[in-house]
């Protein structure tokens, strides 16, 4: 998720929008399924740079430059399950980022409220 | 009149009601509400929590979790997975959509008519009846000119330009003030969601409500269903909590969405030929336009503009759709510092989406856990009408005065400028190029006479079954080439009116 949203262009990275209090409430409250997908597309990210830049190394070893080639192609991948997966990393990483007081300030855009999660009881 | 929400495990719980509805959106909460203002008592059963305009989430993700069904994570499965976009909680879809109302074509009911032998003069006229009274009541308005929004005035900038039918959208909403929260259920308490009408009258009406109780199964003794079973579910942890077994004394209807109730049917043990098949939808996918001035889409109403010119030939709804930072970020393409660079442009951006009126169809089947499992990909006659809608979008954004536009198709240059619009009319035809979702769903227990292809009869009656109706969008039995709410509400009223009649 820091690969993706590295922060740069005058916007700030994920790590600075709370990722991972994002992670803990993720973890606690997301559908199984979703969990499943993230946990798999973060390995995938991991595994893979054999497939995009040739090197038989997990991602948190390359350059930052070689991790940047390797994400790019992985989400451009020719085989649709590689990409899928690497998309939802990437679709739950912009739910956090994207919604982070700090960058909606950027887009001119008040912060979100608290989501209360409350219901009606009686 | 009671409530029931979330019941810890212990004893069972049990209610009874002269008819039991299994949904609280378009069409289970219509349902409800005119059997309740016939002097029925009525039983809304809802897998979701019942959440107030204040309860509503703020965030996409708040939405995810608080609003959507599983967090939006039912995808069809086929040689694209697109999400099916669906909600759980009081009020259904209606809490989450974008409340657009449109009347049912006519060529609609002729369709029925001539493919189904669904009888067409009474059912158009009856459901006709039954949408002006919805607009009376949920308050049908065109967006206010001074809730637009700069991306709904360049959209009508633009098909004014390009001279086809165009106009701003008719909505349930009582005065939007244009906050742009829709997909996140309207703070404002302005959308007209079913939740905030008629599911409260029904109450006041002598009813009784349970939310977060998901049916299992409904209960039939011989051919006469009898009520339904299941537990209560957590909201917040899902836990499994009390059974519940409500008795319905005169009928069971059946309004769970065109993926959950063909399900819901097949896990009570009905093996109708049809059931689960016939599912259809609208998929749909969005270009984004880059202006040159600040467009700032999320400020206005989220769906104000549209277009029906293009219904008819090739197939196509086109509209607008103002999405937050969160969403877009996932959806520009790449990562990293070429992402950044990317989303930097966001107060730029206008999306603007196309809706196929497809013809393909799929199944619904009752998957694991109960979920609905979907097989649904679009041939390739649909996947031109996309590229085609694509296309149109594209054009539509230039004639607005955008800059570039950014397609989102695998395989195409990021963006694309006026002089490029061919690339679009080439855009590849496999579904895994796109980023698209389904969000109008139709069929899986479609009605009609003949009991070899239909699963209810055109009063929405289950071909050899009593007291057992199905009032959602699954009875559908064709796309409608529009959006469905305003038909889901008028069919519904229709089979209900009939069946106390």
């Known amino acids: 998720m820091v690969a993706i949203f590295p922060g740069g262009s005058g916007l700030p990275g994920i790590v600075e929008c709370d990722l991972d209090g994002f992670l803990d409430r993720f973890f606690q409250e997301a559908a199984l399924a979703l969990k499943l997908g993230l946990v798999a597309g973060a390995v995938l990210y991991q595994l893979s740079p054999l497939l995009t830049v040739g090197l038989p190394v997990p991602a948190f070893l390359l350059s930052e430059a070689q991790r940047e080639r390797h994400l790019n192609r992985l989400l451009s991948h020719p085989i649709y399950l590689l990409r899928q997966a690497c998309f939802l990393l990437k679709t739950v990483a912009g739910l956090c980022w994207g919604s982070h007081p700090s960058v909606r300030a950027l887009y001119a855009l008040p912060p979100y409220p608290p989501d209360p999660g409350s219901c009606r009881s009686t | ?501």
């Open chain 2, 1 to 501: 009149m009671s409530h029931h929400a979330y019941q810890p495990k212990g004893p069972r719980f049990e209610a009874e009601a002269d008819y039991v509805v299994v949904g609280s959106g378009a069409g289970g909460a219509m349902a409800a509400v005119t059997l309740a203002r016939a002097g029925q008592q009525v039983a809304i059963v809802e897998a979701g929590p019942w959440r107030e305009p204040k309860d509503y989430p703020s965030s996409a993700y708040g939405a995810l979790r608080d609003l959507f069904d599983e967090y939006g994570t039912t995808v069809t499965m086929g040689r694209a997975l697109w999400p099916v976009v669906q909600a759980r909680v009081v009020g259904g879809t209606t809490v989450i959509n974008s409340a657009i109302a449109v009347r049912t074509p006519s060529d609609v009911f002729d369709r029925w008519q001539r493919e189904f032998d669904i009888p067409r003069a009474e059912l158009a006229d009856s459901v006709w009846r039954h949408e002006d009274r919805v607009e009376r009541e949920l308050c049908v308005e065109e967006v206010p000119a001074g809730s637009l929004g700069r991306s709904n005035e360049l959209a009508l900038l633009g098909g004014k330009r390009l001279e086809y039918e165009n106009h701003v959208m008719r909505r349930y909403t009582k005065h939007c003030d244009g906050s742009g929260q829709c997909l996140q259920g309207c703070k404002a308490g302005k959308k007209q969601s079913t939740n905030l009408n008629y599911v409260p009258e029904t109450l006041s009406r002598g009813g009784h409500v349970l939310s977060s109780a998901p049916v299992e199964r409904v209960v039939f003794e011989g051919t006469r269903a009898i009520g339904v079973l299941g537990h209560f579910v957590d909201p917040l942890h899902r836990k499994r909590g009390a059974e519940f077994f409500v008795r319905a004394k005169k009928g069971v209807v059946i309004a769970a969405s065109a993926t959950h109730s063909p399900a819901l049917l097949q896990r009570s043990g009905l093996r109708h030929p049809a059931l689960g098949k016939f599912f259809r939808a609208h998929p749909g996918t969005g270009v984004f336009g880059v202006y040159d001035q600040p467009v700032d889409m999320n400020i206005g109403a989220t769906q104000g503009w549209a277009s029906i010119h293009y219904r008819d030939s090739p197939g196509l709804k086109l509209e607008t759709l103002a999405i937050p930072p969160e969403m877009v970020a996932g959806r520009l393409s790449g990562g990293g510092h070429t992402l950044m660079a990317r989303v930097k442009e966001f107060r730029h951006l206008a999306m603007w989406v196309c809706a196929v009126r497809a013809e393909s169809h799929g199944t619904v089947k009752n998957g694991f856990g109960n979920r609905p499992s979907v097989r649904y990909t679009l041939d390739r006659a649909d996947m031109e009408k996309l590229r085609t809608g694509l296309h149109l979008v594209a054009k539509t954004h230039f004639a607005a005065g955008a800059k570039r536009v950014i397609p989102g198709i695998q395989g195409l240059p990021y963006d694309l400028g006026p002089d490029q619009l061919h690339v679009l009319e080439n855009a590849p035809l496999d579904p895994r190029a796109y980023v698209a979702i389904l969000s109008h769903l139709f069929g899986g227990c479609v009605m009609g006479k003949d009991e070899r292809t239909s699963v209810c009869d055109p009063n929405g009656r289950v071909h050899g079954y009593q007291g057992l109706l199905v009032a959602d969008a699954s009875v559908i039995p064709s796309n409608l080439g529009v959006n469905p709410q305003h038909t889901i509400m008028g069919l519904a009223g229709h089979f209900m009116e009939r069946q106390v009649a």
